[in-house]
């Protein structure tokens, strides 16, 4: 595992504060999905030269959000290398959701699906772990208070704004949280390259929580204990297993393969 990740909560000690974020998708994300989460919108001359950038800010400002020109970012709070593209927000959270409303989701979709980061610390992962989970239809991901990435800046413009669409759930103890899951009727896989099973041998047609753990240490060995069973995704020879969210991407695509193939003819999925 990395261990040059110092900025993981880029001075975020609280969670649930309002934050910066950055870069066009991600504005147009939340600005279509969440606007009401945005407080501030902050952007460059240049931004408005587009008219589709212009139209966003007329959009925004309609709506009542306080949109300002400004010369530079060096008041917010984001990283000097960021990509802004020329725009920054401060936003609310508004994707947290408590352990408790997992037992709604699981009663809402049939069947449902999680999926579980083991100690992702990593931002640009954990945005993408994210993207991937939104694009493959994950209902809501697990992420442990401890030793796992704050969701910041970069952590939403890894997922290009993909988390406008997704729910987190924060958990202080994630084997006491599977078993409670378990109760729900959860099955869980943990994908490690030591697993007894390919993906495709598994039946993902029923409540399914996915856990994927991070480079270098994988999926805590404690946690797999826990786990219903241990899955590996077949690789060519020589190649080095894959990192988290490519992992969890290839893995969820399985789930969402098995489920369409299981759908009647014709049913939009």
């Not at 991407?249 to 399985?254: A, D, G, P, R």
Request: hydrophobic share 45%; aromatic share 8%.
């Amino acid at each position: 595992m990395k261990k040059n990740n110092k900025n993981i909560r880029e001075n975020r000690p609280d969670p649930s504060a309002p934050f910066w974020v950055w870069g066009l998708h991600v504005m147009e994300e939340f600005a279509m999905t969440q606007p009401s989460a945005i407080e501030e919108v902050k952007f460059l001359p240049s931004f408005e030269q587009k008219k589709a950038n212009a139209r966003l800010i007329a959009e925004l400002r309609a709506r009542g959000t306080p949109c300002n020109l400004i010369q530079d970012f060096q008041k917010t709070d984001m990283p000097k290398d960021a990509v802004h593209q020329g725009i920054a927000a401060l936003v609310r959270p508004f994707w947290s959701i408590e352990l408790e409303d997992l037992q709604t989701i699981n009663i809402a979709h049939s069947p449902s699906l999680l999926l579980i980061c083991d100690q992702i610390v990593d931002p640009q992962n954990l945005g993408a772990i994210i993207r991937a989970s939104v694009a493959f239809g994950v209902n809501a991901i697990l992420l442990p208070e401890r030793s796992t990435a704050t969701v910041t800046g970069a952590v939403v413009k890894a997922s290009s704004g993909a988390i406008a669409h997704a729910r987190l759930c924060r958990v202080g103890n994630l084997a006491a949280a599977m078993e409670r899951l378990k109760e729900w009727g959860f099955w869980f896989t943990a994908l490690s390259p030591d697993g007894t099973e390919p993906i495709w041998n598994l039946d993902f047609l029923r409540n399914t929580a996915i856990v994927v753990g991070a480079e270098g240490q994988g999926v805590r060995e404690l946690i797999k204990k826990r786990s219903d069973f241990t899955a590996y995704i077949p690789q060519a020879k020589g190649i080095a297993s894959m990192n988290a969210a490519a992992a969890a991407s290839v893995c969820l695509y399985e789930v969402m393969r098995q489920r369409r193939l299981a759908m009647p003819a014709n049913t939009i999925y």
